[in-house]
Nanobody, 123 residues
Framework: QVPLVETGGGLVQAGGSLILACTAS????????MGWFRQAPGKEREFVAV????????LYADSVKGRFTISRDTAKNTIYLQMNNLKPGDTAVYYC????????????????WGQGTPVAVSS
């Protein structure tokens, strides 16, 4: 059973918006930092954003700062990624991740991964 399930991907025009959601499945992630990564065709997976368990630490990749917002609802075991002003360069499969060691560590890797949801931005 995949522990993290992403939803909300799709096709959008440049300048548009999407909201991705990631829900824990079969377990909770109490105390875990959670975040988003993405992998574009032919490229390595890269960090996008992370939020600490308390929500007090928010980190973003430079490429998405000011356009993407990460948030979490601990009661629902869910995190979100609000993506605004999307660009063709944001096209990728977006993966949710969770790590017990904290937000800074999750930027480098994670204990748990989802299967990904595709986002395609047309010009």
């Amino acid at each position: 059973q995949v522990p993290l399930v992403e939803t909300g991907g799709g096709l959008v025009q440049a300048g548009g918006s999407l909201i991705l959601a990631c829900t824990a499945s079969g377990r909770t992630f109490t105390g875990y930092a959670m975040g988003w990564f993405r992998q574009a065709p032919g490229k390595e997976r890269e960090f996008v954003a992370v939020i600490s368990w308390s929500g007090s630490v928010l980190l973003y990749a430079d490429s998405v700062k000011g356009r993407f917002t990460i948030s979490r609802d601990t009661a629902k075991n869910t995190i979100y990624l609000q993506m605004n002003n999307l660009k063709p360069g944001d096209t990728a499969v977006y993966y949710c991740a969770a790590d017990s060691r904290g937000a800074d560590t999750l930027r480098l890797g994670a204990d748990y991964w989802g299967q990904g949801t595709p986002v395609a931005v047309s010009s």
